[in-house]
């Protein structure tokens, strides 16, 4: 029902940027959460960021101060600006989003919350 789609990925140096976006069907985009996922290789798929519908925002520690994570209604579009990059952060990025019916006091922050994801875009941080 809901599409979304990622951009933004790459090969970025250390201590580089990446701003990557994540543009979602539907009419009711302002009532989801969104987050952002990634997965290395070898490595489970882990959360990384999310905001809710409230617009509550929360990030992973390995994350904490280095990404931020917007979004605009507008145009259905959630961001994740990343810098300061480390080769630890390369991993395919997951978008993904929670249609559920939330308090405006809480955000999803795992896997079993989200409803749909995107296909994923690399993101790859060397020298």
């Known amino acids: 029902q809901v599409q979304l789609v990622e951009s933004g990925g790459g090969l970025v140096q250390p201590g580089g940027s990446l701003r990557l976006a994540c543009a979602a069907s539907g009419r009711t985009f302002s009532s989801y959460d969104m987050g952002w996922f990634r997965q290395a290789p070898g490595k489970e798929r882990e959360f990384v960021a999310a905001?809710?519908?409230?617009?509550?925002?929360y990030y992973a520690d390995s994350v904490k101060g280095r990404f931020t994570i917007s979004r605009d209604n507008a145009k259905n579009t959630v961001y994740l600006e990343m810098n300061s990059l480390k080769p630890e952060d390369t991993a395919v990025y997951y978008c993904?989003?929670?249609?559920?019916?939330?308090?405006?006091?809480?955000?999803?922050?795992?896997?079993?919350?989200?409803?749909?994801w995107g296909q994923g875009t690399q993101v790859t941080v060397s020298s």
């Open positions: 993904a989003a929670c249609a559920a019916d939330r308090g405006p006091f809480t955000i999803a922050t795992t896997e079993d919350k989200y409803d749909y």
């Open positions: 905001i809710s519908w409230s617009d509550i925002m």
